[in-house]
């Protein structure tokens, strides 16, 4: 009998093309830029620039300067920006892979001023409702000594573009016109992220940042998902046995078996980035004759393993495998199920250094 | 003024030092473990190995065999126990790196056999109560054709040891006292974690295995933490800026400013593993003429960013530090506001690879 230890995160970079070019096609003209910020939301911003860049992608959105730093190696040509700006922590990064800061606030435009790299010509974030990042109409009035064409893109961000019928929309992308209309007349423009481009080309102007669709997410809840799930992660089973009527499973005793069970302890836990919030709540699929079963996690997640219900199942032994995240149980359904977001959750997963992480290309 | 865009972490391996001490004590005679598994604790398994080796400590834990191949690095003549235990997956770093296997199950006990490793004494596990890894008493009367005393540690582990009078307590005690007498009379024994050391000596038995409590989490919530506070996380002030009454904040709108506010952006967020779920709880802490100000996040956190109210604040600008964890705010209050426990909290804030991890020695 075969035994494994090790979890196993797969990633399918062929579905992850096809999401992207089903987002360029849904952006119409505007450019089709790729946000790999976070690590690639924690899939690995190597890989998956690697594979954009050869799609001809030549325009990357990062948060931090080091994480630009990184991706250059593999985009010698690309604009990368750097959603967060820049600041005296990461002036190197940009000097040294030629970064394009985005500027989000007077003080850090007269760091700029200061610290201006030869060739570069900045973005520059405007306020338009989400009330994070960025120049408010106040602070473009007053920017009287600076000649606002030098930026090569004016951008901002939408609030509420997962819920289509939300007032925030209509509001943002009219407060961003007007703003693009009275200071940046001639400068290209980015306002939407995955969400916001299933909204309708007006949302698009020349630039899209194509995030959390690409990676599978459903940024459209309102609609069935149209991207392919890209991820497959599964564990293996260490321990198949029997668990009488009356005994208690896991830390602090959160389940007590209402009846004789069969019980399944897995090889990964909120360690591996599995979120705990899972506990007596969260799903293991095991495939019995080709049909999968959804086991119950029985208890508290713990840091290296979790504990299901695995009564129905009459085969599972030592060295099978459970699925948490595949085709019949995508990001959004575990995310669901653990009372966060797809986004969220494969970042934690995807830091994790435990897993065996295979890219299928 | 000065602009910073990264997130700090300080890792404060004196204190840590100190905590470790504290933790030998309350073990009485027992050897104390250090449990360095899951890159321990997201804090880096390699600083804080070499930091214990040096201090003496010569029994690690890790849940993995890779992880115990990293550690050996610097632990060369330590003992380094897998908890998962081994299989076809990480043989190979067993081999290498001379690991001690803990034995869960019969199924791997089949594969140790046939793949024993010269000068190995594997460790075994059995179940006392918390039913996740381990074999059963019935599992132990059927090893018939195994010489038990070629074990090296019997091992359990404490379902409830965070609670002082839980009744599991004693049951597991009991129950591994009788397995320990029926089947392991001159076997090591070792069933505690830092939680089970603060129930008593009787739970020690040879070996304690030191892990949360040595990172500073209160492992005994049932009176005041004796733990020093090990870690600092702080994120710089991107922008400083009010908010109107009436205004939106963040993602899906969630919080709406009830009268005129000053509002701080932050470079955090849970792409840095800081927990979603602060969304409208969490605190930033900001010192204004050395007294701390607790601030409240406002709306959602996101991926990379989190808003907060400082309204109260005179004096707080870009460039300025918010502090996420420290001594005022620990990684228990945290972990609290988030609704979890900090060892998940500081699992993924560690296993992030954005942060400037510092190491005060």
Same mark, same amino acid.
């Given at each position: 009998? @075969?035994?494994?230890?090790?979890?196993?995160?797969?990633?399918?970079?062929?579905?992850?093309?096809? &999401?992207? +070019?089903?987002?360029?096609?849904?952006?119409?003209?505007?450019? #089709?830029?790729?946000?790999?910020?976070?690590?690639?939301?924690?899939? !690995?911003?190597? #890989?998956?620039?690697?594979? =954009?860049? *050869?799609?001809?992608?030549?325009?990357?959105?990062?948060?931090?300067?080091?994480?630009? $730093?990184?991706? +250059?190696?593999?985009? @010698?040509?690309?604009?990368?920006?750097?959603?967060?700006?820049?600041?005296?922590?990461?002036?190197?990064?940009? *000097?040294?892979?030629? =970064?394009?800061?985005?500027?989000?606030?007077?003080?850090?435009?007269?760091?700029?001023?200061?610290?201006?790299?030869?060739?570069?010509?900045?973005?520059?974030?405007?306020? %338009?409702?989400?009330?994070?990042?960025?120049?408010?109409?106040?602070?473009?009035?007053?920017?009287?000594?600076?000649?606002?064409?030098?930026?090569?893109?004016?951008?901002?961000?939408?609030?509420? /573009?997962?819920?289509?019928?939300?007032?925030? &929309?209509?509001?943002?992308?009219?407060?961003?016109?007007?703003? *693009?209309?009275?200071?940046?007349?001639?400068?290209?423009? %980015?306002?939407?992220?995955?969400?916001?481009?299933?909204?309708?080309?007006?949302?698009?102007?020349?630039?899209? +940042?194509? !995030?959390? /669709?690409?990676?599978?997410?459903?940024?459209?809840?309102?609609?069935?998902?149209?991207?392919?799930?890209?991820?497959?992660?599964?564990?293996?089973?260490?321990?198949?046995?029997?668990?009488?009527?009356?005994?208690?499973?896991?830390?602090?005793?959160?389940?007590?078996?209402?009846?004789?069970?069969?019980? #399944?302890?897995?090889?990964?836990?909120?360690?591996? !980035?599995?979120? +705990?919030?899972?506990?007596?709540?969260?799903?293991?699929?095991?495939?019995?004759?080709?049909?999968?079963?959804?086991?119950?996690?029985?208890?508290?997640?713990?840091?290296?393993?979790?504990?299901?219900?695995?009564? @129905?199942?009459?085969?599972?032994?030592? !060295?099978?495998?459970?699925?948490?995240?595949?085709?019949?149980?995508?990001?959004?359904?575990?995310?669901?199920? /653990?009372?966060?977001? $797809?986004?969220?959750?494969?970042?934690?997963?995807?830091?994790?250094?435990?897993?065996?992480?295979?890219?299928?290309?």
């Amino acid at each position: 009998m @075969p035994i494994y230890t090790t979890p196993i995160l797969n990633i399918n970079l062929k579905k992850l093309i096809e &999401n992207y +070019r089903l987002l360029q096609k849904l952006s119409g003209p505007a450019i #089709a830029a790729a946000v790999v910020k976070d690590d690639a939301y924690g899939l !690995g911003a190597t #890989a998956v620039t690697e594979t =954009l860049y *050869k799609e001809g992608c030549r325009h990357f959105f990062v948060a931090h300067g080091s994480e630009g $730093a990184i991706i +250059r190696k593999v985009a @010698p040509e690309a604009t990368i920006f750097a959603l967060q700006g820049i600041g005296e922590d990461s002036l190197s990064y940009f *000097k040294e892979a030629h =970064l394009t800061p985005v500027i989000c606030s007077k003080d850090m435009l007269s760091f700029w001023k200061s610290h201006k790299i030869e060739g570069i010509r900045p973005a520059i974030q405007v306020e %338009t409702g989400l009330n994070r990042l960025g120049f408010s109409v106040d602070d473009l009035k007053t920017l009287s000594d600076v000649d606002l064409s030098e930026f090569s893109y004016v951008l901002s961000h939408l609030s509420c /573009a997962d819920e289509q019928a939300h007032f925030m &929309n209509a509001r943002q992308l009219n407060n961003f016109r007007k703003i *693009k209309q009275t200071f940046f007349k001639d400068t290209p423009a %980015t306002l939407s992220a995955s969400d916001g481009v299933f909204l309708g080309h007006d949302f698009c102007f020349n630039l899209t +940042r194509l !995030g959390a /669709a690409m990676y599978g997410i459903n940024t459209a809840p309102y609609r069935e998902n149209e991207m392919h799930n890209i991820l497959e992660l599964k564990a293996p089973v260490l321990q198949v046995k029997p668990l009488a009527k009356g005994e208690f499973v896991g830390y602090s005793a959160t389940f007590r078996a209402p009846t004789d069970m069969k019980i #399944a302890i897995i090889s990964i836990g909120y360690g591996d !980035g599995l979120p +705990r919030s899972l506990s007596n709540r969260g799903k293991v699929i095991f495939y019995e004759n080709g049909k999968p079963c959804f086991c119950t996690i029985l208890g508290r997640v713990s840091m290296d393993n979790v504990i299901c219900d695995v009564t @129905p199942l009459k085969e599972l032994k030592t !060295g099978d495998w459970g699925y948490l995240i595949n085709d019949d149980y995508t990001v959004d359904d575990i995310a669901r199920d /653990a009372g966060t977001i $797809a986004y969220e959750l494969i970042s934690n997963l995807g830091h994790n250094p435990r897993f065996i992480k295979n890219y299928q290309k």
